[in-house]
């Protein structure tokens, strides 16, 4: 059974960081594009990061730029986001998902699988 499972959510007070982790299981990473994707109450699920197959190509969503950072250990089948300098509007539930595109994008109809998800609370 192919399975993507983000870990490492929580609550953070402002200015604070936290590291996602997503695991594959069933499956090896090293052929797809991994993305971030968030979505918090009320809005569109919006494009956080993204990194190439073997790391070489990373995109950023602008409002991340700067505090996150996107990468990923083929060989223990995991991608992680450090989030650094968080901000109350980081509230979401974040996602991880993978595609078969060698294109490193954050458009949501190119990625296959998708994780359930990983709360991230950002409030004092």
């Known amino acids: 059974q192919l399975q993507l499972v983000e870990s490492g959510g929580g609550l953070v007070q402002p200015g604070g960081s936290l590291r996602l982790s997503c695991a594959a299981s069933?499956?090896?990473?090293?052929?797809?594009?991994i993305g971030w994707f968030r979505q918090a109450p009320g809005k569109e699920r919006e494009g956080v990061s993204c990194i190439s197959r073997f790391g070489g190509r990373t995109n950023y969503g602008d409002s991340v730029k700067g505090r996150f950072t996107i990468s990923r250990d083929n060989a223990k089948n995991t991608v992680y986001l450090q989030m650094n300098s968080l901000k109350p509007e980081d509230t979401a539930v974040y996602y991880c998902?993978?595609?078969?595109?060698?294109?490193?994008?954050?458009?949501?109809?190119?990625?296959?699988?998708w994780g359930q998800g990983t709360q991230v609370t950002v409030s004092s």
């Open positions: 998902a993978a595609g078969l595109s060698l294109i490193t994008t954050m458009d949501t109809a190119r990625y296959d699988y």
């Open positions: 069933g499956f090896t990473l090293n052929y797809y594009t």
